[in-house]
T-cell receptor, first 114, second 111 residues
Framework: DTAVSQTPKYLVTQMGNDKSIKCEQN?????MYWYKQDSKKFLKIMFS???????INETVPNRFSPKSPDKAHLNLHINSLELGDSAVYFC?????????????FGPGTRLTVL | DAKTTQPPSMDCAEGRAANLPCNHS???????VYWYRQIHSQGPQYIIHGLKNNETNEMASLIITEDRKSSTLILPHATLRDTAVYYC????????????FGKGTHLIIQP
């Protein structure tokens, strides 16, 4: 069973379109994250959610809107896609806020904006 | 979070121990040392973490110096599948903060 899954794995779209990436974790974790890895391979946190509540928003443009319908899901919706949004997006989860917990990452979604 | 410094790349022969160093001279007393790795085209994978004492699990060992200003990740018997970028991350234990990834060390296992 996949612990953290993302769909789609690849996403190719035109500038200006709106797209969503879905993330699900079956680990029973309370905290979920979105990371972006750009073409230079730098991996940066975008958002973190705990029990469906936004905790961290790392100065991400408001065209990016995460949505957490329940603790097991954290989806990323992106409006008006731009060329610079091309990257690999990783979802991750961890057990909670208090304590020392490792993060489990999904396989990534490679977004290409043309 | 404290900044870390790692060599950009290292080679290791298959079957030998791979020793990956990390400097974190500004680490605070409540900050842990975490190691993750990213195999090509995959999501990062947790390896190990520690606070003060040396730690060992099924994947690796973590040696932290007494002053906590540096650490070494040891893969005891490296295989070709261990070729990856290894990230040393220093952060406090709790909180929903994301991980701050640096450039890491690209470890290449040679056959």
């Amino acid at each position: 069973d996949t612990a953290v899954s993302q769909t789609p794995k690849y996403l190719v779209t035109q500038m200006g379109n709106d797209k969503s990436i879905k993330c699900e974790q079956n680990l029973g974790h309370d905290t979920m994250y979105w990371y972006k890895q750009d073409s230079k391979k730098f991996l940066k946190i975008m958002f973190s959610y705990n029990n469906k509540e936004l905790i961290i928003n790392e100065t991400v443009p408001n065209r990016f809107s995460p949505k957490s319908p329940d603790k097991a899901h954290l989806n990323l919706h992106i409006n008006s896609l731009e060329l610079g949004d091309s990257a690999v997006y990783f979802c991750a989860s961890s057990q909670g806020l208090a304590g020392v917990y490792e993060q489990f990452f999904g396989p990534g979604t490679r977004l290409t904006v043309l | 979070d404290a900044k870390t410094t790692q060599p950009p790349s290292m080679d290791c022969a298959e079957g030998r121990a791979a020793n990956l160093p990390c400097n974190h001279s500004t680490i605070s007393g409540n900050e842990y040392v975490y190691w993750y790795r990213q195999i090509h085209s995959q999501g990062p994978q947790y390896i190990i973490h520690g606070l003060k004492n040396n730690e060992t699990n099924e994947m690796a060992s973590l040696i932290i110096t007494e002053d906590r200003k540096s650490s070494t990740l040891i893969l005891p018997h490296a295989t070709l599948r261990d070729t990856a970028v290894y990230y040393c991350i220093v952060r406090v234990g709790g909180g929903a903060d994301g991980l701050t990834f640096g450039k890491g060390t690209h470890l290449i296992i040679q056959p």
